[in-house]
């Protein structure tokens, strides 16, 4: 199966762009009246005929509809600071959206080297994913905030870090839940995974708080290869983040970053 | 903390290769009297005091020893079809390194397009993974072997997989138990994630395969991008492989293989 991404979709018909028309019909050689099924990434599948193979702006037909496809029973919004490397964030990126995450916000804490963060590249590496992985839904991509304004901005939002994340479709990703235990109405769980070896902040496992969490609306934070400062780490817990371990191996940035989706991921399997 | 590697130890004395002592002595510029803290890769950490800090081949008096350092409480055997891209299995290689894993399976089947796989870099990639990660124990490296020669190597050695499996440090894996729950004379639980629609072969989820294990001993038999072939598939079935799938994503061969090594690290976390 092969997904497309549509970039204007309308009840009756889907527009691909340039590079999507060009693979269409250029690399894999649909022609019109060809089935294809286009995805419009915020969770919708489109089952399709296409009506126009023009390599540069292909169209295609409507003609039924899957909502929620690939979906997950749960909402995860990480936010992890990028990586020295960028290939081990970008890898972070591409496994995250295969095991399934809404919102990945890019932070920037006060140990982090790196203080910038292009979003470009990891855009098109979640388009990827997600095509590949057989979603219909692209992970959310934030731009760099710092760790503190991440943190009040999720706090300005009450209990509901999805508009203050700035997760334009909170509506969407709804449709992306399944099998969830059902308690929309809990508040969101935050926890931050917290390796400053401080005894004044007791942890427990992220596998023991997901557990005790009723809800579907996980917030991870992951900090940078110099951890969170401890200036960090009490703001987070002044606004209700749990801290929490990821266990007894001591995991890179972007492992810890894939092991907070891969935990959440077996919460709700 | 930095660890060293050393190919020779006695109760003693340590001794690192021209590798590792070019990087002690000419990186790290340590000198004669420093403490270094060096690994035998069989789980033990030795604290010691530099003697010779001969760049080509230093040698190292043992203060104090750390037995099971670094160790987890399973033992965990992942057989693995390496995939087309070899940096895709590498990176498997080096997180499920990090996660915790004591045996490494490059696994050639049926639907493999990879049918030669070579061990050199792999072994360097885990003495690296292991050492960042800061555990003693360097996992097992296998040589290829067939999906249907493995599984008859592990049924030739009866309920124990490890000596069939070519671990000359099975002894040495129990300096690294820790925690577990300590059902050592359990049977070990082995897993094979099919993913061949077969509705002939019901599949639990590899959490539910886990939970009710009360050994601490599990292989995972991960298939190759074309899946294991039915022929494949029926004999792990009659030699004791548990069918289970990995939840509800669309997984790449490596991503399922870390996936697997996740869900035994959450299993006795």
């Known amino acids: 199966m092969e997904l ?38 915020k969770g919708t599948l489109y089952h399709c005929q296409l009506l126009d193979d023009s390599p540069k702006g292909a169209s295609a037909r ?30 972070f990126l591409e496994k995250a959206t295969e095991i399934g995450v809404d919102v990945i916000a890019p932070l ?8 910038v963060y292009k979003t470009e590249r990891a855009l098109r590496i ?20 710092s760790v503190k304004d991440f943190i009040l901005s999720g706090d300005k939002a009450g209990t509901d870090t999805r508009g203050s994340h700035g997760d334009a479709d909170a509506a969407g990703s709804h449709s992306n839940v399944g099998t969830g235990d059902g308690h929309s109405t809990a508040a969101p769980l935050r926890l931050i995974a917290y390796c400053f070896e401080d005894p004044s902040v007791p942890r427990i496992s992220i596998r023991e708080a ?60």
Chains 1, 2 share one sequence.
């Open 62 to 91: 409507v003609l039924s509809v899957e909502e929620g496809f690939g979906g997950h029973p749960y909402r995860l919004c990480i936010g992890c600071c990028p990586t020295k490397n960028n290939d081990r964030f970008e890898w």
């Open 210 to 269: 997901l557990e005790g969490y009723s809800g579907q609306d996980v917030t991870v934070l992951i900090g940078p290869e110099g951890d969170f400062s401890p200036a960090e780490a009490k703001l987070a817990l002044e606004h209700g983040y749990i801290p929490v371990h990821l266990g007894t191996s001591r995991l890179r940035t972007e492992t810890a970053a894939v092991t907070a989706a891969e935990a959440v991921y077996f919460r709700y399997m």
């Open 4 to 41: 497309f991404y549509a970039y204007e979709v309308s009840p009756l018909e889907c527009r691909l762009d340039a590079e999507e028309s060009a693979h269409c019909v250029r690399v894999l050689r649909h022609r019109t009246g060809d089935p294809i099924d286009v995805i419009d990434g």
């Open 126 to 145: 979640a388009l990827s994913a997600t095509k590949q992985s057989l979603k219909a839904r692209i992970p959310e991509i934030m731009e760099p905030v």
């Open 108 to 115: 920037i804490g006060e140990h982090s080297e790196r203080k």
